[in-house]
């Protein structure tokens, strides 16, 4: 009887207190609401962000891929073209872009894309060299060429040859005159440049074997990114050491299974 009593008494003031709880709750619930909402778009924004840059990689790796396709038949004025090379060099400073510098994978694949970018530019030079020595007279333009006058140098001392100067010490009249000195008959010129055609088929093989190694490691690296997406999209944390593990996972799936390359 005294609670009931109690109670009769003090009803306003509990019911004052259960307003003020009910608030407070809502309050906390309106709190909660919106913090997982905005977690949730948080989430949504960063996979939607995600998805579209894995495409935009693998687009363009594509694209990179594709116009490095050559082989002993790409014929000189193709490799030398300025448009080609502009577009290539682009491509590869697009893709280096879109890659983490603190993640030793995608150093390793920024890596490829510099050596690749380095054997193609010395093959231009050599299609170029290549052009020019089949032509009647001789651009003296050749003769300041650096790779032109160390492969010269070269076949003047497999000649017999005194030739001691170092390549920086060369000018280009002293290059000209060795050249005279040098290459006398038809021969000897077809034996030149024999030296750059095989030069140009090392290096189209290094870059075919480079552009084959790209494009497995950026199929590894594509897959790792989409398995990041599966997992941060259900709002879990996947850290560079949980990434890394994948890659070396999938790195030991791919070299177990033989997979046709992209090139």
């Not at 000897?188 to 290096?203: N, P, T």
Request: proline share 1%.
């Amino acid at each position: 009887m005294l609670y009931i009593e109690f109670f009769k008494k003090n009803s306003d003031g509990f019911t004052a207190i259960g307003v003020i709880l009910t608030f407070i709750v809502s309050i906390i619930t309106l709190i909660a609401t919106l913090h997982s909402k905005k977690t949730k778009q948080y989430i949504d924004t960063i996979t939607r962000s995600r998805i579209e840059w894995i495409g935009h990689l693998r687009k363009l790796t594509s694209k990179y891929l594709s116009m490095l396709s050559i082989n002993l038949n790409t014929t000189t004025n193709t490799i030398e073209s300025e448009k080609n090379y502009r577009e290539i060099l682009n491509l590869s400073n697009e893709i280096k872009l879109m890659l983490n510098f603190k993640s030793d994978f995608d150093n390793k694949i920024i890596k490829l894309l510099s050596e690749i970018i380095a054997d193609f530019d010395q093959l231009r030079t050599a299609c170029e060299c290549i052009n020019i020595l089949s032509r009647s007279g001789i651009n003296k333009d050749i003769f300041e060429n650096p790779y032109f006058v160390k492969n010269l140098i070269n076949y003047a001392k497999d000649s017999g040859y005194d030739v001691t100067n170092e390549i920086k010490d060369y000018n280009c009249k002293y290059v000209s005159n060795l050249f005279k000195d040098v290459i006398k008959t038809p021969d000897d010129k077809d034996k030149f440049i024999r030296i750059f055609l095989s030069s140009q088929e090392q290096l189209i093989h290094g870059i075919n074997d480079n552009c084959s190694d790209l494009s497995n490691k950026v199929r590894i690296y594509l897959k790792s990114e989409w398995n990041r997406v599966k997992i941060e999209s259900q709002g879990k944390r996947y850290s560079s050491k949980k990434q890394e593990k994948e890659i070396n996972k999938l790195s030991k799936y791919f070299s177990q299974h033989k997979f046709e390359s992209i090139d």
